[in-house]
């Protein structure tokens, strides 16, 4: 029994934000029935994205609408609420959150109060004062990223096959990639498999005629799986006539061209930009504790460190890695320790509605999968290393053990038998991303060139 009603405010529809509320339901089943706790996730987004299947939802392995969870189908007994916190006053307890009715009501944003805080909102891409970076540069974090990252390598191709001038038809088939962690190791891998398999439907336009290159600024690439996988990859990928450059910077994409800092110049028109994620904005609009990157300073037990009932995990939280055996080492940002602390600071709330002790996160590294296009692959887990075909396949069955609901798998799993069985898809739905263009030019006005009200859409 809960000492007395709660509600509970959690930001964030991600990983920590859907798993906290979903176990929070699970726990407090009795307590909502008889209304003693009341569970609120306020999200910009009615699903979460599981980002590991983003890069084969780019090559068309996957649908897109099946690397997402629909949060009110999962959290059925939580009151899911599209939109966003813009700052949130822990003091008085109240967050400030704009929907997509503000704007029409025209007042202002709307302060809900909460007794129990899990702030979770995720993170948001690091870039730098790059020049041309904003206008040309393609993010890899959502699910609408990498629809129309694959719409535009394929529309890149298209023009390739039918311009005249070399210039263009070299720009449209050099790809840069900038970031060699895994986001972008694995969208390169997938992306240049896939356009690989459509170059054979194109009767001008050869494998070899593509300019694939990855950039990135350290010594090497995949840290995650260790040295000896990282050299590995480096090889895979050169093998395949990827252009992998360490210790190497994007200094400006300017007018189309990108000019790297070993002085390499490349006309392209694909400037795809992984390098890192900061933590989310609003964290600077809250009174909480942060640290010197911007992150939630939290206790081993999840809480944010200086206050009480405000609890914060994920990539918006430094929590102390316990495990490691050095003082001040922080667990990394990434999904594993996502998933892992939100199932911890579930139960942690639950205890201290109930009036128990909590618990700390403690975590048994089990490794790490990195796929590097269709049966190729490298894995670090549990000591064995692994690369080619059983790193492959490791990767898709880990994920998919990995990916929320019974549904979810299930299509998963089905769309990967049928591509076994039945050829790649290689069609462009670029439309997608003005579909009034074409209705405007009937109707006799001229279709829009403003950019899309919807800030994730790819251009």
């Not at 054979?200 to 593509?210: A, G, K, L």
């Amino acid at each position: 029994m809960v000492k007395e009603r709660a509600r509970i405010l959690v930001v964030g529809g991600g990983y920590v934000g859907m798993y906290t509320a979903l176990r929070l339901q699970r726990r407090l089943k009795r307590e909502l029935d008889r209304g003693e706790v009341e569970i609120t996730v306020v999200t910009p987004d009615p699903y979460m994205t599981y980002q590991p299947f983003l890069p084969e939802a780019a090559a068309g392995a996957i649908s897109p609408r099946h690397v997402v969870v629909p949060l009110r189908r999962v959290l059925d007994r939580c009151r899911v609420l599209i939109g966003e916190a813009t700052a949130i006053d822990h003091a008085k307890r109240t967050a400030t959150v704009t929907t997509l009715a503000t704007e029409e009501e025209g007042t202002g944003g709307q302060q809900l109060t909460y007794d129990e805080l899990v702030l979770a909102p995720g993170s948001v891409s690091r870039t730098l004062p790059i020049p041309g970076l904003a206008d040309h540069g393609i993010g890899f974090k959502t699910v609408e990223e990498a629809i129309g990252l694959r719409n535009h390598v394929i529309e890149q191709m298209d023009i390739a096959s039918s311009t005249r001038d070399p210039a263009i038809r070299d720009a449209a088939l050099t790809f840069v990639f900038v970031g060699g962690g895994f986001a972008g190791v694995e969208a390169l891998g997938e992306l240049e498999d896939m356009a690989r398999y459509a170059a054979r439907y194109y009767h001008n336009v050869q494998p070899e005629d593509m300019k694939w290159i990855l950039v990135e600024a350290s010594d090497r690439i995949l840290p995650e799986v260790g040295e000896e996988m990282g050299r590995y990859t480096v090889t895979e990928l050169r093998r395949r006539n990827i252009d992998v450059r360490l210790q190497t910077r994007l200094e400006s994409c300017a007018d189309r061209v990108a000019v790297l800092s070993d002085g390499a110049r490349f006309p392209t028109r694909t400037v795809v930009w992984t390098a890192g994620v900061k933590p989310h904005p609003v964290l600077a609009a809250t009174d909480l504790s942060r640290n010197d990157r911007g992150r939630l300073r939290c206790t081993a037990e999840l809480a944010i460190e200086g206050t009480t009932h405000a609890w914060a995990a994920g990539d918006a939280a430094a929590v102390p890695d316990v495990t490691a055996g050095e003082p001040g080492r922080e667990c990394a940002p990434n999904a594993q320790h996502a998933l892992r602390q939100a199932k911890v600071l579930a139960d942690n709330i639950v205890h201290t509605l109930r009036g128990e002790p909590p618990q700390t996160y403690e975590h048994a590294y089990a490794g790490s999968v990195a796929s590097l296009g269709l049966h190729k692959g490298v894995a670090h887990v549990y000591g064995r290393k692994l690369k080619g075909y059983p790193a492959w396949f490791m990767h898709r069955a880990y994920h998919l053990s990995r990916v929320p609901t019974f549904n979810r798998k299930a299509r998963v799993l089905a769309e990967w038998t049928l591509a076994g069985l039945f050829k790649r898809e290689i069609v462009s739905l670029g439309s997608l991303e003005h579909p009034r263009a074409e209705f405007e030019l009937a109707a006799g006005g001229k279709p829009s060139q403003d950019p899309p009200v919807n800030p994730k859409g790819s251009s």
